[in-house]
């Protein structure tokens, strides 16, 4: 039986019981229904957590779960990579399932950037919520102690004079024709920040590209069609992840070639 996992904001510690919030107790009690004994990982600032269910009950309606803290959870959590990408915000679900694919990926934070072919021209704080949520929900379901970092979204104007300022050579932007960098180069990027930067529907403007240059940002291509916005983000996850784990010679990915 798969064990459930929650998310708590607190430090944890051995021994300690800790309260969980509503949703994640309701989650366990009335979905999943957990009960007294029953084992839980916990998700929070000091990495992920072996609990036991200490306690259960009913108040006003609303489930209450206590967890006594068992210990450190190792190799719980996924691998992850320091990268960022600063995407061009997408009508519809497109962008909702680009923060999935990042969450799920093990970037570090999903960036909206409005752009010149940017067509949503708002992210207000409600929709800012539901993209910090759906991080929260990515988070929990692959494992990841920290979700995703969703930060308020930027223009391409601001984006680049950051990456200008702090001294240019920062990452890559996504140009459909361009060529895939060296693998030298990106393994370079893989334990260190790194920026790239991925346009909405019908790409960056040729003026955004050429600002990107000029703020030392390369272009990067893929070897195939050119890819729907949240499908760019999946894929660069896709190659950090290759490029920090690379599989084993000797049958680790289960005896087939790379």
Known sequence: MRIPRARVDAPLRPGERIELPPEEARHLDV????????????LGPSGVWRG????????GGSSMVVVEIVGEAPGAEPGGLPWTVACGITRGE????????ASELGLDALLPVLTRRTVVRTAGPEKRRRWERIAAEASKQCGRAQPLEVPEPVTFARLVDGVASGGGAAG???VPGAALPPRADLEASAGRRTLFLVGPEGGFDPEEVALAAAAGLR???FPCPVLRTPTAVALLGALGMLIAAP???????GGNPP
């Open 52 to 59: 036991s269910i200490a306690d259960t009950g009913r108040s």
């Open 31 to 42: 979905v999943l229904r957990r009960r007294k004994g029953d084992p839980v990982l916990l």
């Open 219 to 221: 272009e990067i291509g």
């Open 172 to 174: 890559w932007i996504a």
């Open 94 to 101: 497109s962008f909702e399932l680009a923060i999935r694919m």
């Open 247 to 253: 599989f084993s010679r000797d049958g680790g990915n």
